[in-house]
């Protein structure tokens, strides 16, 4: 999924609705997001980092 479809498909859910990631332990909240650049034709990534706080 590339960021342009992420956020097409973020922008039919409803506004105040959370965002969760799916993990080993169950599902957290999204606390965050890094880039990655890459080169050599490696597309660049963007990560979803998990809420430290507790759910």
Same mark, same amino acid.
């Given at each position: ?8 498909? #973020?922008?039919?859910? $409803?506004?105040?609705? =959370? =965002? ?7 599902? /957290? #909240? =999204?606390?965050? #997001? ?8 490696? $597309?660049?990534?963007?990560i979803l980092q998990p /809420?430290?706080?507790?759910?």
């Open positions: 999924m590339t960021v342009a479809q992420l956020i097409a498909a #973020l922008q039919q859910m $409803p506004a105040q609705a =959370v =965002v969760l990631i799916e993990g080993d332990a169950g599902y /957290s #909240l =999204v606390g965050g #997001l890094d880039f990655e650049q890459n080169g050599n034709g490696v $597309p660049d990534e963007v /809420s430290m706080e507790d759910d």
